[in-house]
């Protein structure tokens, strides 16, 4: 793993407790992440919480866990969250920049990104800047940067512990394999709610179909993503930048059980994979946990109840998204920066019912061809470039 010793000992689990910062708290992920510290209470615990807007539930997280401070991305929302936090004797900011602030906290050991988009990036930066042990769930922040995120991992002699489901597989694949190289990783996707469908069927699918589905729990981002396989895309992208690995490197194979979580193929042919049943509160507890694997009561996998285990390759003349992916990573420079503005873009005109399902990926492609090519971004490039793909999406729409 780039920039990475993925053979810490786990000696400072034993001295003391690690603290967490977890942007995004109200999510899907930072609701888990917060289950997760609860129950390993003796070796982790909750420092900063974070919300974009949902103020009554960070106000009852805050209550519940006691972290040092909050911070509520929407200004709107700051007297009510602060009234109520009062009596609490928790600090309480507010605004975008107060995110960014909030990481340099010294009393923090790991940032975990669980917020969702392009809001990760600055925040991502900051921490790695302030040497904080990164816990990374903000998948958008490697494709839009993955080149300066790792740069900077390195010289900061941070580590950057994956999330996701299939990184976190891959990862606890590698552990343990010292420098054997990877020939190539697959990572599994379970085709989400339209696998099998013709593009005809996908012309008129609604948001309420592509948020339903079958082995997750998520976001409406990421589900909406997940129908789309643009998740899978982005997937791709992480994994390159997580573990040093070339294009070619990268296959996807479909899995619509989502048991198996993703494989390494080293260069004797053999393969590891990683397995159990689809729950995001494993990865996020062996990110926080690592490199300890803490006995836990989570539901445990029979094989009886999964008698067959498929597999097959995805569809990526009729979903599009997956193949634009692969091309921005061949492009590289800020390609993937602008394939990330535009799918937040559309996938939020997608649950707005402003474009179809189809008109997606059209708009993504349009993007890329039309947004100006860089190089070798700065961070400041990368700014201009979300900038600009935005507003040229919203042209387009
Ligand atoms: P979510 O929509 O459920 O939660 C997002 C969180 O981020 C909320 O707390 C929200 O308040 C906060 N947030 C949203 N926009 C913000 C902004 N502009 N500024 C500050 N805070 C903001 O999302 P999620 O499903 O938990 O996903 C979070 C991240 O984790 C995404 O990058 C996603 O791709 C990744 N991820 C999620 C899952 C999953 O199972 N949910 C699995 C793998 C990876
Ligand atoms: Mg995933």
């Known amino acids: 793993m780039t920039g990475m ?53 960070l106000i009852e997280q805050a209550k519940k866990y006691q972290p040092n401070t909050v911070v509520i991305a ?32 010294d009393e923090i050991d790991f940032v975990l990104t669980a917020l969702v988009g392009y809001a990760g990036l600055k925040p991502t930066i900051n921490a790695i800047k302030a040497k904080k042990q990164i816990a990374l769930a903000n998948k958008e922040t490697l494709v839009v940067a993955g080149a300066l995120i790792t740069k900077l991992a390195e010289q900061n002699a941070v580590n950057i512990y994956p999330v996701d489901s ?11 394999e010292f420098h054997n190289p990877i020939e190539k990783i697959y990572l599994t996707a379970s085709g989400g709610p339209f696998r099998g469908f013709t ?3 996908l012309l008129n699918v609604t948001p309420t179909q592509a948020l339903k589905h079958p082995n997750w ?26 573990f040093g690995l070339k294009a ?19 260069e004797d042919g053999s393969m590891k994979a990683q397995m159990g049943l689809p729950d995001m509160k494993l990865p ?16 445990r996998f029979n094989f009886l109840d999964y008698p067959e285990l498929t597999f097959e390759s995805a569809d990526t003349e ?9 091309d921005a990573l061949h492009r590289e420079g800020n390609a993937a920066c602008i394939l990330n503005a535009a799918n937040e873009v559309v996938v939020d005109a997608f649950l707005k019912e402003k474009v179809k399902f189809m008109e997606m990926p059209e708009l993504i492609e349009k993007s890329l061809d039309k947004i100006p090519f860089i190089a070798e971004p700065t961070y400041d490039d990368y700014v201009q470039t979300d900038n600009e793909t935005r507003s040229l999406i919203k042209e387009l729409i």
């Not at 299939?166 to 343990?176: D, K, M, R, Y």
């Not at 479909?254 to 193929?265: L, R």
Request: glycine residues 4%; proline residues 1%.
């Open 199 to 201: 593009k005809d069927r």
């Open 318 to 326: 009729t979903f599009r998204n997956l193949e634009l992916a692969y």
């Open 217 to 242: 729990d998520m976001g409406a981002k990421i589900t909406i993503d997940s129908a789309s396989l643009m998740n899978k895309g982005l997937e791709v992208i992480e994994a390159k930048w997580l």
């Open 5 to 57: 010793d993925i053979f810490t000992n786990f000696a400072d689990l034993e001295q003391k407790k690690r603290n967490i910062a977890i942007l995004g708290s109200t999510g899907s992920i930072g609701t888990q992440a917060l289950e997760v510290i609860s129950e390993q209470s003796e070796i982790l615990a909750v420092s900063v919480l974070t919300a974009n807007s949902n103020s009554q539930l």
């Open 248 to 266: 070619e490197q990268i296959e996807v194979v479909v899995h619509p059980q989502s048991i198996i979580h993703s494989i390494v193929q080293f």
């Open 166 to 176: 299939e990184h976190s597989a891959i990862f606890q694949c590698l552990v343990g």
């Open 74 to 105: 929407d200004e709107s929302k700051f007297q009510e969250v602060r009234d109520a936090l009062w009596d609490d004797d928790i600090k309480v900011f507010a605004g975008i920049d107060a995110l960014s602030e909030v990481v340099e906290l």
């Open 284 to 299: 996020i507890q062996y990110a926080l946990c690592y490199p300890k694997r803490v006995k836990n009561e989570f539901k």
